[in-house]
């Protein structure tokens, strides 16, 4: 008999969700202690690599590299690393519950990225959840925008960016190791990196051009990379040990983490207005998937 491992990755899961919010807080702690954003988004990178390599050594993996391989891996870094500007430059001047709770209109983009480019089928009541899901991140931006003026709607653009990082991850991660996967998108986005700062360096530009850290700095660059790489990895192995619907809502959660840590650390809570644009978000991405689940009931029974 199977053993089921359900209880592992729920228990990952609700680990990458306690975790995750340490990287948003450490970003904005570098960023409120003026590091710019583009070496707060460059140090996830070398960080994470510097920690991935030695995984990849002692897993015995192969670091081998198709063409397409390697396309698809930058591309997957180059989403990665223009969604993590968008959303460091966004928690650099908002709490980061407001920030999260507009970047959690990922699912809904994903969900009619996937119909657009893979076919997927999306049905009349998804749709609507999306749209009353933008209504509630609407609650979200429309105060924030009115108190910090556009800089609201970089979690937008890291929500979308988000969304195409997932779509190429899903068509990696059917051949190529999660552990694998993850180091190779930390060199590429290195890579990534490096010509910008070097051109950035003396430029005078607040948000690239590089600096020397400084006392606690090098703390919080170092956890930028280093929640990066442990809450990431747990959510790897967690759809590993469950299924993706199984896990999905749990990802709301995230949400409890973040305001705790926003009130903690930044003295910041979100208001009633805020309240229900995250309640919204969250219904309707419940609903979504739920009726995701219903879906995949539907084609499991038409199956011959």
């Not at 003396?202 to 400084?214: F, T």
Request: proline share 6%.
């Amino acid at each position: 008999m199977t053993r089921d491992t359900t209880l592992q990755g729920v228990i990952l899961m609700l680990i990458f969700c306690a975790f995750a919010p340490l990287l948003d807080v450490a970003s904005k702690l570098a960023a409120e202690n003026n590091v710019p954003v583009g070496q707060i988004a460059s140090a996830r990178f070398v960080v994470q690599a510097a920690l991935m390599l030695p995984v990849v050594f002692i897993m015995r993996l192969s670091l081998r590299l198709t063409p397409r391989a390697l396309f698809l891996t930058t591309m997957r870094a180059l989403f990665l690393l223009v969604s993590t500007y968008a959303f460091v430059s966004g928690v650099k001047v908002m709490p980061i519950a407001d920030t999260l709770a507009i970047v959690f209109v990922e699912p809904f983009i994903l969900l009619i990225l996937g119909s657009l480019i893979f076919g997927d089928h999306v049905g009349p009541r998804r749709i609507a959840a999306c749209a009353v899901g933008f209504c509630g991140a609407m609650l979200v931006i429309q105060p924030s925008l009115a108190v910090f003026g556009l800089v609201a709607l970089w979690p937008l653009a890291t929500a979308f960016l988000f969304a195409f990082y997932m779509l190429v991850t899903r068509a990696l991660s059917a051949w190529m190791h999660p552990v694998t996967m993850q180091f190779h998108t930390s060199w590429t986005g290195i890579l990534l990196c490096l010509p910008v700062m070097i051109l950035a360096n003396g430029s005078g530009h607040p948000e690239l051009d590089p600096i020397w850290p400084e006392g606690w700095n090098w703390l919080w660059l170092f956890g930028v990379g280093f929640w990066a790489a442990v809450s990431h990895m747990a959510m790897t192995y967690a759809l590993k040990y469950a299924p993706a619907s199984t896990l999905a809502p749990l990802h709301y959660s995230e949400i409890i983490t973040a305001v705790i840590f926003g009130y903690l650390i930044f003295d910041d809570f979100p208001n009633a207005l805020t309240w229900t644009g995250i309640a919204i978000i969250v219904s309707s991405g419940l609903y979504v998937i739920h009726r995701e689940r219903l879906a995949a009931r539907v084609k499991r029974t038409e199956a011959p």
